[in-house]
């Protein structure tokens, strides 16, 4: 899954409730389909639908909303009876009230889903998995009230990404592990894999010339809400967030095998516990570059075809922004990833001994 421009994403959730909510006098309510109707044109297949309004001060009223079902747009669905919708009513130049539908209304299946997860994370995860949702949760608080904030405010994305990163994975590693030996040479190791990721990028998005703008998203930012902050320093913040979930899971998988083998092999000497580390660390590797990049190639596929359908030189796709900030992305994370190996492996051993 990408985590395209996280930042970006986040920041665009706090400043607006939603891409419609400029409309000037105009009230945001959901409503429930109650009758269906379609008419089929040459070109355009249009749906005429009763919905049910089912809150604020026009509950229960019944209201005709127009659908068109366009392809290649955020409207290419049909609505059926039952479906939740997101309408927004408004009065004309006549004061009649003109209802508009905005999109399908999709919290109730998001929170179904979200169940779900909990449930089997709790079976599953017992103790852990409880603790491992905790420390989602924080992370996402220190995204949207430190990192977001921050930024917002003008201080370097880099350096506020570095501290809000390093605060992420101690209160992690300390909630999943408790503070030991091992829970600390991971926060060592991660963090370090992480630090090398935000400065490979950072260096070689000022090498290539990366804008940060070239992301639809950031010019919605910009041309619809005028925000003013540093995009390339966002940009790479993203890659240091999402960097950190991979390396965590490399760093403290290699650790608890050094220490394992420490507990089995009291008498074993750093060496053969590097060595030991290395050679696991070298299989995890192998695996979680796979998933890194092939995370981020799935993520702009449909751009990537585009490219190569189209009659331009590959290789000048691949020079363009958009490929060249993917380029990056997976590349630092990967490189961050790899060194994180060694150095876990290095302090795990010295601390294990």
Avoid at 34 to 51: A, F, P
Avoid at 85 to 91: A, G, N, R
Avoid at 102 to 129: D, P, Y
Avoid at 214 to 235: C, P
Wanted: hydrophobic share 50%.
């Amino acid at each position: 899954m990408k985590i395209k421009i996280l930042l970006i994403s986040i920041a665009l959730m706090l400043l607006v409730n939603s891409e419609y909510s400029m409309a000037v006098d105009s009230l945001q309510v959901t409503g429930e389909v109650m009758d269906v109707s379609i008419k089929k044109g040459d070109y355009v297949q249009e749906q005429l639908i009763k919905v049910k309004i089912l809150e604020g001060k026009y509950k229960d009223k019944i209201v005709l909303v127009r659908h068109q079902i366009l392809e290649y747009s955020l409207h290419n669905y049909e609505l059926n009876t039952g479906d939740k919708v997101l309408i927004s009513l408004s009065y004309d130049e006549n004061n009649r009230l003109t209802p508009k539908l905005i999109s399908v209304w999709r919290l109730e299946h998001l929170k179904n889903l979200s169940i779900i997860f909990l449930i089997l994370l709790v079976i599953f995860g017992g103790l852990k998995g409880i603790l491992s949702l905790t420390s989602l949760a924080i992370s996402g608080f220190i995204i949207i009230k430190f990192i977001i904030p921050s930024i917002l405010k003008g201080y370097d994305a880099i350096t506020i990404s570095v501290m809000g990163a390093s605060v992420i994975i101690i209160v992690s590693f300390i909630l999943i592990s408790g503070f030991t030996k091992k829970s600390l040479a991971a926060i060592i190791g991660t963090t370090g894999g992480t630090f090398v990721a935000g400065l490979l990028s950072k260096i070689y998005s000022y090498r290539c010339h990366i804008s940060g703008l070239a992301d639809d998203d950031v010019m919605f930012l910009v041309t619809n809400i005028g925000l003013k902050i540093n995009f390339k320093g966002l940009y790479m913040s993203a890659i240091i967030i999402g960097t950190i979930g991979v390396v965590m899971d490399v760093s403290m998988s290699v650790t608890s095998v050094i220490f394992e083998i420490k507990r089995k092999a009291p008498r074993a000497h750093f060496r053969e516990l590097m060595g030991s580390g290395l050679k696991v660390g070298k299989d995890v590797m192998s695996t979680m570059v796979n998933t890194l990049i092939l995370a981020y190639v799935g993520s702009f596929m449909p751009l990537l075809i585009i490219y190569i359908t189209s009659d331009a030189s590959f290789t000048y796709a691949l020079n363009t922004e958009l490929l060249s900030i993917e380029i990056i992305r997976s590349l630092s994370g990967s490189i961050g990833l790899i060194l994180t190996i060694p150095l876990t492996c290095f302090v795990a051993s010295i601390m294990a001994k």
